[in-house]
């Protein structure tokens, strides 16, 4: 017999309850020798969590400015810089293209 059909001869016969309980004792084996790795798997999520909540208030503080406000007059009062925050209310009809 070839190596080919040693294994699957070998992998029909075991169960695969079997083969899950032993891949499960190879990893939990794994990490324990690696407990660093283990620490940093849990925790780098974690980390980009928190990391892109602290962006996102930053964000937050930084348009929450009257300068990037649209005005109570609308875009008739506003700035260029606050032109691009007002909504617009009628939008133009007109089809666009595309070149």
């Known amino acids: 017999m070839t190596m080919v059909q040693d294994y699957n001869a070998a992998s029909k016969k075991t169960p695969l309850s ?8 190879k990893n939990l084996t794994y ?6 790795n ?3 798997l849990c925790l780098l999520p974690l980390f980009f969590i928190v990391l ?3 962006l996102q208030i930053v ?4 348009l929450d400015r ?6 109570p007059g609308g875009l008739a009062d506003a ?3 606050q032109a691009g925050f007002c909504a617009i209310t009628s ?9």
């Open 18 to 25: 079997r083969q899950v309980n032993a891949l499960y004792r």
């Open 38 to 40: 283990t620490i940093c």
């Open 91 to 99: 939008p133009s009809s007109a089809v666009p293209l595309f070149l």
């Open 66 to 71: 009257n300068e990037f406000r649209c005005p």
């Open 31 to 36: 990490q324990r020798r690696r407990p660093c």
């Open 52 to 54: 892109l909540s602290a």
């Open 59 to 62: 964000i937050n503080r930084l």
């Open 79 to 81: 700035t260029p810089v």
